[in-house]
């Protein structure tokens, strides 16, 4: 993928609020940083045309409709929290109040979008890569033909919809593909005038490896990121991390309106840790564009040490293991 051009920041810590499933806990920070020079770098690999990183993952799709997990409930919960109005009642009748339309881009096989339209949003969906976008298609066929799903090719730097013709925007485990500035310019194209109510209207997701054992990761998670750094394509150049690890500059700069010195962004993150057979482990693994494929000089030794990794971990009476996540939501404004 193409390099961002450095920016030059002043960001602004805002607050943070973490949340699993036995406690709420809020914690509020201020703090201020100058960063200068900082990059989105992301490095091709051998099989990759870094002009169309969506490629990547054309031949991913299906085990990416298998064995990636979902989003947790709580992260629509605060979308919801922020004045997102859905259009649709949960039985898909039309609610009589006229809702916000969401414009969701990097769409890939529909999970996020899956979510949203179960919670009553009406979506129009951009997915550049055809095989996940067909994938999408099949999935969600009932939202298509009810008219609250609309899916077609485009991306986040040129998405082919008219101007302000979203309420919302959305990208899930996508952001960190796209070219942030050509981005930007976009989507204040295609975004409405924010109406009375509606607090944010730029929301990034991201399902992190939550392996990080000083910050409450697991031991089992750990030892998977560790075997990815060892064995994955560039892992670490194109994770989301390279964006993400706070203090998250870019995505700071990213949410400053055109107009303001003052970014808007918001950041709240969950845990959650789905259970996984080992099967869904290795099919979890392969639904990543970094990891090797099969006949790849790094496939075999990666499975076997995942493998092991997994029975060293695995439940005994469930032979499962926990996948643990700590789901990251930014949000906020772009103009």
């Avoid at 960063?35 to 054309?58: G, H, I, Q, Y």
């Avoid at 009810?146 to 919809?161: R, V």
């Avoid at 952001?175 to 730029?202: D, T």
Wanted: proline share 4%.
């Amino acid at each position: 993928m193409q390099s961002h051009h450095p920016v030059s920041v002043t960001i602004s810590k805002r607050v943070t609020t973490v949340l699993d499933d036995t406690s709420t806990n809020t914690t509020t920070t201020t703090a201020t940083t100058s960063t200068a020079n900082t990059t989105n770098s992301v490095l091709p690999d051998e099989t990759r045309d870094e002009t169309k990183p969506w490629e990547r993952f054309s031949n991913r799709a299906k085990d990416y409709v298998a064995y990636r997990p979902s989003y947790p409930s709580e992260a629509i919960d605060a979308i919801l929290a922020q004045g997102v109005v859905p259009s649709f009642n949960t039985d898909g009748s039309k609610r009589a109040e006229e809702g916000h339309h969401i414009a969701e881009f990097g769409a890939g096989t529909g999970l996020f979008t899956a979510q949203l339209l179960a919670s009553g949003f009406s979506v129009t969906a951009l997915e550049p890569n055809t095989a996940m976008r067909e994938e999408m298609a099949s999935t969600l066929s009932d939202y298509v033909k009810s008219g609250q799903l609309i899916i077609q090719a485009g991306s986040a730097e040129e998405s082919g919809l008219s101007d302000n013709s979203a309420d919302v925007i959305t990208a899930a485990q996508a952001f960190h593909w796209f070219k942030v500035e050509e981005s930007k310019c976009e989507w204040q194209r295609i975004l409405k005038p924010r109406s009375q109510g509606l607090k944010y209207q730029v929301y990034l997701i991201w399902n992190d490896f939550d392996s990080n054992l000083q910050g409450g990761g697991t031991e089992f998670m750990a030892g998977y990121d560790a075997l990815l750094h060892k064995y994955g394509n560039n892992y670490a150049a194109v994770s989301h991390k390279s964006i993400t690890t706070e203090p998250a500059p870019v995505l700071e700069h990213f949410f400053t309106p055109t107009s303001s010195s003052t970014s808007t962004m918001q950041y709240v993150f969950f845990r959650h840790a789905p259970k996984m057979s080992p099967e869904a482990v290795l099919g979890r693994a392969l639904s990543s564009s970094y990891v090797p494929k099969e006949g790849s000089d790094n496939h075999a030794p990666l499975m076997q040490e995942l493998t092991a990794l997994v029975h060293k971990h695995k439940h005994a009476d469930t032979n499962t293991v926990d996948f643990a996540y700590r789901t990251q939501l930014y949000f906020g404004n772009i103009h």
